[in-house]
């Protein structure tokens, strides 16, 4: 999968949480500026994890703080396999 099939894959995924343009909100906390709370965001990134057939730990989950850090998570994560 390229770079570019991961990201798209990851806007789907990010849409589905309602949030349609992740450019615009990239640096934007999902606690604290958009207003999720911590279930939420763990369903979001799990949604990432199986798009990407990707497993996370919990400390790597709690790193991720805005959709910038879980995208180039994810895609250093997966360029790494």
């Known amino acids: 999968m390229t770079d570019y099939s991961k990201i798209k894959s ?3 995924v990010f849409k589905t949480y ?3 343009q ?3 909100v990239r640096d934007a906390g999902f606690e604290k500026d958009l207003g999720f709370d911590k279930v939420f ?3 979001l990134i799990y949604d990432v994890e199986e798009a ?3 497993v ?3 400390d790597e989950v709690d790193r991720i ?3 910038k850090d879980l995208i180039r998570y994810m ?3 997966t360029s790494l396999s």
Request: charged residues 25%; neutral net charge; hydrophobic residues 35%.
């Open 41 to 43: 965001v763990g369903g």
């Open 75 to 77: 895609l250093d994560k």
């Open 56 to 58: 996370l730990n919990e």
């Open 18 to 20: 309602g949030i349609d």
């Open 10 to 12: 990851m806007v789907k």
């Open 22 to 24: 992740p450019s615009k």
């Open 65 to 67: 703080q805005n959709p």
């Open 52 to 54: 990407l057939q990707v």
